[in-house]
């Protein structure tokens, strides 16, 4: 996390931080968090968020300094979101806090939504134990990593992330359509793995009548041993958007439902016989009423996020990606140039774009590196 912190403390931040990225893909629609028990200097116990539903991080870190036969007793936490205070799922964390006595309680970023800001540390001040927030640097590290749960407290509107893959100039298929593979084999699987790290992944029906794809994160085998099997994961919501619609139950995404679910955004002329054939098959539909393609656009995040969605992998085609950044619903953006030309062919985004040079998109952060033979961009559009 950021240097902008006391170097005394700076250890425990960074250990927090790497603690709560292990909840990746596996807490939503919760935040990733990471707390870190010290005494006297030493880490005497962490924790985690492992699972939506399971125990939060303050309770993991307590009961991991326990199980190492510790006293929790005068120590101080390290937590990457302020300690709720109410009772979901888990019991509030504010009162665990109490219960083992710890004396001190840091943390990094504030909870936004209604129900628990404020709540936990203004208990944790009333029973005598000292609360206070870490330096700005820290708690702009910390709000980084919650970025779908910030935006969902805000907006009710699921993370959206553009990822493109195109040629040097520009273009993310032949004039055929034919686009397997413009990007390496090294950008595909970091692909895959953010599959497995978000809530979902979504495609237009111009991408899905090209390849037929089934959107699944499939990752390398855990480890080095390659005799070991793929490493499990969550499997994302595949999300379609599709007016026609042109899906069939005989494409390759029904053949995973069972693990992995499908989910048909369409519009208000669908074809309702086919609509029900896809609903016997297994997928969900959710339509959208009338309105331009961007207003059908945000009707469909706003039901997305309603079922429960922080966040989205949209990766194609150009249409949808176009009204998706005409909406102004993007949030990353994620793009790998191919080292090659196609002279030809579609262009990577087909929206309306803004009439003047003034009024582009800009973008913060811009990240450059090489992944394989090809270039990762990366930039963040908006920070919540």
Same mark, same amino acid.
């Given at each position: 996390?950021?240097?902008? %912190? ?15 990225? +292990? ?25 985690? +968020? ?17 199980? %190492? ?14 300690? !709720?205070? +109410? ?5 509030? !964390? ?29 208990? &944790? ?6 609360? /206070? /927030? ?10 980084? $990593? ?139 539909? $959710? ?37 998706? &950044? ?19 062919? $579609? ?28 270039? +990762?961009?990366?930039? /963040? $559009?908006?920070?919540?």
């Amino acid at each position: 996390m950021s240097s902008d %912190r006391p170097s005394a403390e700076a250890r425990f931040w960074d250990r927090a931080a790497e603690l709560a990225v +292990h909840g990746h893909g596996l807490v939503s629609p919760n935040p990733m968090v990471g707390a870190v028990l010290v005494k006297d200097g030493v880490v005497i116990g962490e924790g985690w +968020h492992r699972a939506y539903g399971g125990l939060h991080a303050e309770r993991e870190a307590i009961n991991d300094a326990k199980g %190492r036969g510790e006293s929790v007793e005068g120590s101080t936490i390290f937590v990457t979101l302020e300690p !709720c205070g +109410h009772t979901g799922r888990q019991p509030p !964390c504010a009162d665990a806090l109490i219960e083992a006595g710890v004396a001190e309680v840091v943390y990094a970023c504030e909870d936004p939504t209604q129900k628990t800001a404020g709540v936990g540390p203004e208990r &944790l001040r009333q029973a005598g134990i000292a609360v /206070r /927030r870490a330096e700005p640097g820290v708690a702009a590290d910390a709000r980084g $990593l919650i970025q779908d749960f910030l935006k969902m407290a805000a907006t009710g509107r699921p993370l959206l992330i553009l990822k493109l893959a195109m040629s040097l100039d520009g273009k993310v298929a032949t004039s055929s359509g034919d686009s397997r593979w413009i990007s390496g084999p090294e950008s595909r699987s970091m692909v895959h793995r953010w599959r497995a790290d978000l809530d979902a992944v979504a495609v237009g029906a111009g991408t899905f009548t090209a390849d037929d794809p089934r959107l699944t994160a499939r990752l390398e085998p855990a480890g080095d041993d390659p005799e070991a099997g793929p490493e499990p994961v969550r499997q994302p919501v595949r999300v379609v958007f599709d007016s026609g619609p042109v899906v069939t139950p005989g494409a390759a995404l029904f053949e995973d439902i069972d693990s992995a679910p499908v989910l048909l955004v369409t519009g208000p002329g669908a074809d309702r016989k086919r609509l029900a054939e896809l609903e016997q098959a297994g997928a969900e539909v $959710l339509a959208t009423g009338s309105g331009s393609r961007r207003e059908r656009f945000l009707e469909a995040m706003d039901l997305i996020g309603e079922r429960g969605i922080g966040s989205i992998l949209l990766e194609g085609g150009p249409t949808l990606a176009g009204i998706a &950044l005409d909406s102004g619903e993007v949030d990353r953006f994620e793009a790998f140039v191919a080292p090659i030309l196609l002279g030809g062919g $579609l262009s990577a985004v087909t929206g309306d774009g803004p009439l003047k040079m003034a009024d582009a998109i800009a973008v913060r952060n811009m990240q450059v590196g090489r992944v394989g033979q090809d270039v +990762h961009m990366s930039a /963040r $559009l908006k920070v919540w």
